[in-house]
């Protein structure tokens, strides 16, 4: 059970995560009060079939009753985060990805740390992002908004921005964490193809004015093409970031001990997701 003072609640907003919904939700829910969950398709796939992830959720053990499963069909990101918020009216808004995995210990320093600061409005958690398999990391710092103040009338205006009478949390006050002591793992290139097709692909159809550019034949000649010669798909844009492409530009071995419930993962050991 969670004994701190400050109230978190981990929500996340997904459709098809089954290869990590289960770990991620295993990875936080010793250290939150709640876990809300949005579930459904993005107006722009609507056609793409389900996979097995309501299953999972549902078959979870929960033995504290922290789960609550919301399923619906959502016109933008935001909006389903929103449907999250609907549920969580006081403490703090944990924003989670399905395919982001926490270590325990990590959790816990990091909710002493936001105990210790009332004034902030939200905290940046740097990511580990993996590329392909669970041992090579990409090279960078990466902060992304994940833990945010509960007011009454703020909101999510766009994918992960929470906004208060118009204006951005961050520049209400925002805090980064050290990465080098409070960071998760991140998964979202360390999957299989048909999901990094589903992903690319809801990004290029989005209807809600947060289409990313992806750079053309992504899929095709950088994530396919990596497969029989990565030399050939890293030079052909200068990087693999889909947008942007030298954003991802360098590797490195991961040096940093996998939070237990990854063990156990089918990928965990593979040379190559696909």
């Known amino acids: 059970m969670a004994t701190d003072k400050i109230e978190l609640s981990a929500?996340?907003?997904?459709?098809?995560?089954?290869?990590?919904?289960?770990y991620s939700i295993e990875s936080v829910y010793?250290?939150?009060?709640?876990?809300?969950?949005?579930?459904?398709?993005?107006?722009?796939?609507?056609?793409?079939?389900?996979?097995?992830?309501?299953?999972?959720?549902k078959n979870l053990d929960d033995p504290d009753k922290k789960i609550l499963l919301l399923e619906g069909q959502y016109n933008s990101e935001h909006e389903q985060r929103n449907a999250?918020?609907?549920?969580?009216?006081?403490?703090?808004?944990?924003?989670?990805?399905?395919?982001?995995?926490?270590d325990k210990k990590v959790m816990m320093r990091m909710k002493k740390t936001i105990e210790k600061h009332p004034e902030v409005y939200v905290f940046k958690i740097p990511s580990l992002i993996f590329w392909r398999n669970f041992d090579t990391i990409i090279e960078g710092e990466f902060n992304f908004p994940r833990v945010f103040k509960v007011l009454p009338e703020a909101s999510f205006t766009w994918l992960n921005m929470m906004s208060l009478g118009g204006t951005e949390y961050e520049v209400l006050g925002q805090y980064i964490f050290n990465g080098s002591k409070i960071f998760n793992f991140h998964f979202a290139y360390a999957k299989s193809d048909k999901a990094m097709y589903e992903k690319i692909r809801a990004c290029i159809e989005r209807e809600d004015g947060?289409?990313?550019?992806?750079?053309?034949?992504w899929y095709e000649k950088v994530w396919i093409g990596w497969k029989t010669d990565p030399v050939s798909a890293f030079q052909?844009?200068?990087?693999v970031h889909p947008v942007d492409p030298p954003a991802f530009s360098s590797f490195r071995k991961r040096t940093e001990t996998l939070p237990e419930c990854l063990k156990k993962h089918p990928y965990n050991g593979l040379g190559l997701v696909e």
């Not at 929500?11 to 289960?22: G, H, P, R, T, V």
């Not at 609907?86 to 808004?93: E, R």
């Open 84 to 102: 999250c918020l609907n549920y969580v009216k006081s403490g703090y808004y944990f924003l989670v990805d399905a395919d982001e995995i926490y």
């Open 30 to 57: 010793d250290c939150v009060e709640r876990i809300v969950i949005a579930w459904g398709p993005w107006k722009c796939n609507l056609e793409v079939p389900p996979d097995n992830t309501r299953r999972i959720i």
């Open 210 to 217: 947060t289409t990313h550019i992806i750079v053309r034949n």
């Open 11 to 22: 929500c996340y907003s997904i459709f098809n995560e089954e290869d990590w919904i289960q």
């Open 236 to 239: 052909l844009y200068g990087g």
